[in-house]
């Protein structure tokens, strides 16, 4: 009769209740006869009859639909228990439908072709997918089958975003798309799977993986929240932008290599701060304060469980973690900048109430100069040369010597590669279109026909070469490179910016026409320049790129001689602690101090060790080389 029901017939559920009752009875104190003589063939019935429904309901139905049919199945088979049958027959009935229904099918339900997991993954479908989460929560191991389908897709998806062959790509769009991905499948996370830990944590790992997989990732996040922070970001609010910053460092959560990013984050911090192209002290001390945050959460939890935490989430961590290990050493360094910035609006102040003291003249120079402490900054040891021009340089000299009058034993070294500079500039030609009808001047200061004034913002490098034509009106490459001793690579972008770039930069006019820098080529400058801008900037070449293949190389150089620092520091400072230490404990000790910047192999410390060995920093037991002891 319970088969005939199941197909859909009308039964006469009383008979089926009365019998039931019946074997309970004969039974009388236990329930032997009822489980003998009806539940166990029951049960046995049940299962054939499910193993064929299941094979009828793959074939003929969609994953969604197949779910929803198993959901109704054991709906029924609840309540038909609750009308007819003993209620310990409940239990074993539902894990008969679980069994038949669910676990000996799981792989093919959700990898069902276009209509699977992936399926709804790739389409969206939050309510089909919290079907599935439910349904296979009942059952062992359903769970683990969804997050590992979902895991393959996800990865597959991030794979492609951070692909070696989209490295081309503006590194503002390659975050946006990760950034767009997370926020995907948080939504599912939330709305479908009802913020398992399990998927939360799978989800956590997938990014970390691919996010770490392109080795421009630290740069790329970076340049991403460089122009988030920086002014004239057009469309968006205040608190929209803190809403995008606060996503970006979930992404930052993910990175490895954080010790990278900070190396890059230094460098943008200060073009921003010393372009004056920061958008306010307090999102950029706000931005610091979740670094800071971040570095902390990964020194207690680690990389995948800090990951895992949504951002908004308040996390309380008790106990003093002590500055260097929190990696709070690269977020001071920061901080060290602002009071640098701070410290030179006072000093121009005082060097402007000097030359009005003392009747000094700059020449005509409107100069600023920010007096950056090495250490905070991301300065060069070896400055790359430049001429600067008479004027520029006869008001610097003026300023140097004010400042080491007042700051005696300092040194001033300039930074040409972080200087900028604001040239007024006069473009006398006629401006024809190809038609040889005249153009409109649009921004620019009409002083006369065709005479237009224009305000050139420019990189220090920029204004050296541009300056020379005050004096001639062509020059060759080898010229200017001899004039300005500017080095080679250097030299190249700012004249492809200025000759290269954009139409409504290009200031200048090159022979050949092409963008390829080379000896011989000859420059003049473009008297037919025109912009709608009054003030107009001179974009760096590749600056929105990232670096350059050389200039990434130089960093990496950079990043590997500061961890072999680091490395030795963590390795002297543990050591100094506990004097001996077998070989296994010291690098487990070494690699989790340092993981909130890196994860140093374990080749590596071995190696710093032996660095440090041979300076007799350590020495081995004579009885086990495998152990060391502090040398004091």
């Not at 009308?83 to 093919?108: F, G, N, Q």
């Not at 070696?164 to 479908?192: A, C, H, M, T």
């Not at 660095?611 to 060391?628: Q, S």
């Amino acid at each position: 009769m319970i088969a005939r029901e199941r197909k859909g017939e009308v039964v006469d559920r009383g008979a089926i209740r009365n019998a039931c009752q019946m074997l309970m009875i004969l039974g009388l104190e236990g329930r032997s006869v009822y489980e003998e003589d009806f539940e166990a063939p029951f049960l046995e019935m049940s299962a054939e009859f499910f193993q064929m429904e299941s094979q009828k309901f793959l074939a003929e139905n969609s994953a969604s639909v197949y779910i929803k049919k198993v959901e109704a199945r054991i709906n029924e088979e609840i309540e038909r228990v609750m009308h007819c049958l003993d209620k310990s027959t409940e239990e074993p009935i539902v894990k008969v439908v679980e069994r038949e229904l669910i676990s000996k099918h799981m792989k093919t339900i959700v990898e069902m072709e276009n209509s699977g997991l992936v399926h709804m993954l790739k389409n969206g479908k939050t309510e089909d997918l919290a079907c599935m989460y439910k349904l296979f929560s009942r059952v062992p191991n359903g769970l683990k089958t969804m997050c590992e389908c979902m895991s393959s897709y996800l990865r597959e998806q991030g794979k492609a975003l951070v692909s070696e062959e989209g490295e081309g790509k503006n590194p503002v769009d390659y975050i946006q798309g990760l950034l767009d991905l997370k926020s995907r499948f948080d939504r599912f996370l939330q709305e479908s799977f009802n913020n398992d830990r399990l998927f939360k944590q799978t989800i956590a790992g997938d990014f970390e993986y691919f996010l770490n997989l392109n080795s421009r990732s630290p740069e790329y996040l970076s340049l991403f929240i460089d122009d988030k922070l920086k002014k004239g970001v057009k469309g968006l609010t205040e608190q929209e932008v803190e809403t995008i910053l606060d996503k970006a460092m979930v992404l930052f959560r993910f990175m490895q290599e954080k010790d990278v990013f900070e190396r890059y984050y230094k460098q943008h911090l200060a073009r921003r701060l010393l372009t004056n192209k920061s958008v306010s002290d307090d999102s950029e001390k706000n931005m610091i304060s979740k670094l800071k945050a971040i570095l902390r959460f990964v020194q207690v939890l680690g990389h995948s469980q800090c990951a895992g935490i949504p951002f908004g989430v308040t996390v309380y961590i008790h106990g003093d973690l002590g500055e260097t290990e929190c990696g709070c050493q690269f977020t001071s360094k920061l901080e060290g900048m602002f009071r640098d910035m701070s410290i030179s609006n006072t000093t121009m102040d005082e060097f402007r109430q000097h030359l009005q003291a003392t009747g000094v003249s700059l020449g005509g120079v409107d100069l600023t100069v920010r007096v950056l402490t090495t250490g905070y900054w991301p300065t060069q040891s070896a400055t790359p040369k430049c001429n600067i021009p008479p004027a520029p340089r006869h008001a610097f000299e003026i300023f140097r010597r004010f400042y080491l009058a007042k700051h005696s034993g300092r040194q001033l070294t300039l930074q040409h590669h972080m200087g900028s500079a604001d040239l007024n500039a006069t473009f006398y030609g006629p401006v024809k279109k190809e038609d040889g009808s005249e153009v409109g001047v649009g921004g620019a200061q009409v002083t006369g026909s065709n005479t237009r004034k224009h305000i050139l913002q420019v990189s220090t490098f920029q204004m050296t070469i541009l300056m020379l034509f005050n004096n001639r009106e062509k020059y060759t490459f080898e010229e200017i490179q001899q004039e300005t001793d500017i080095p080679e690579r250097e030299l190249v972008r700012a004249l492809q910016s200025l000759a290269c770039g954009k139409p409504t930069q290009r200031v200048l006019t090159k022979e050949p026409k092409s963008k390829e820098i080379e000896n011989g080529h000859i420059f003049t400058v473009n008297d037919q320049f025109t912009s709608k801008l009054h003030r107009v900037k001179i974009q760096t070449v590749a600056a929105k790129q990232g670096e350059s293949d050389p200039e990434r190389k130089e960093t990496r150089q950079k990043v590997d001689d500061d961890r072999k620092h680091e490395i030795e520091a963590a390795i002297v400072r543990i050591m100094k602690s506990r004097k001996k230490m077998q070989h296994n404990v010291l690098v487990a000790e070494v690699t989790q101090q340092l993981k909130a910047r890196f994860l140093p192999s374990p080749v590596v410390i071995k190696k710093r060790i032996e660095g440090l060995i041979e300076r007799e920093y350590l020495a081995r037991t004579p009885e086990d080389r495998k152990v060391y002891t502090y040398v004091a």
